[in-house]
């Protein structure tokens, strides 16, 4: 559990993608970002542009700055930082794994640490995809709820207003029957 959360922290949403890091799916390889960079080199034809891109300065800022925010909280959070700064030099050559390019690495990569690691990868992004679904039901529901909220609220003014006129009403009402007769007496 603790490595699907790992693993989780690691997707990005670029470009309206999922999408993970050459440099983050090199460590859970457990391989050289160099390694895996020329074993996709090698293999180009297996990666088209909506399984793996190359990451654009601005995204590179993006990214850097969720992951300084995001490891701020945990203990090794200075040695991400650090990581992150000593990366930043060879932006321009970081690549980004769709769920597809990530599934099409298990086809290059045959070593048991990275078929384990797959699976593992490809489980995230399905938790990722769930949490995603979950959120949008919840954003719908509440929406059902505010929708209701404001019909009752339409209806207790009603009310409100329908007991304001009864209770107009019946002090009018009182006003008529106290007031002082004129006229003749019996």
Known sequence: MQILKSIQNRIYEIRG???MLDFDLAELYEIATKVLNQSVKRNSKRF???FMFRLSITEWEVIRSQYVTASKSSKKGLQIVTTFQSKRIKISHHLLFTEQGVAMLSAILNSDKAINM???IMRAFVGVRKALLMQSDLKEQLKIIRDRLGEHDVQLNQIYD???NLLDEK???RKWDDRERIGFKK
């Open 17 to 19: 993608e999922r999408v």
């Open 48 to 50: 088209p542009n909506d």
């Open 118 to 120: 797959n699976i593992a």
């Open 162 to 164: 329908a007991m304001e």
């Open 171 to 173: 002090a009018s009402q």
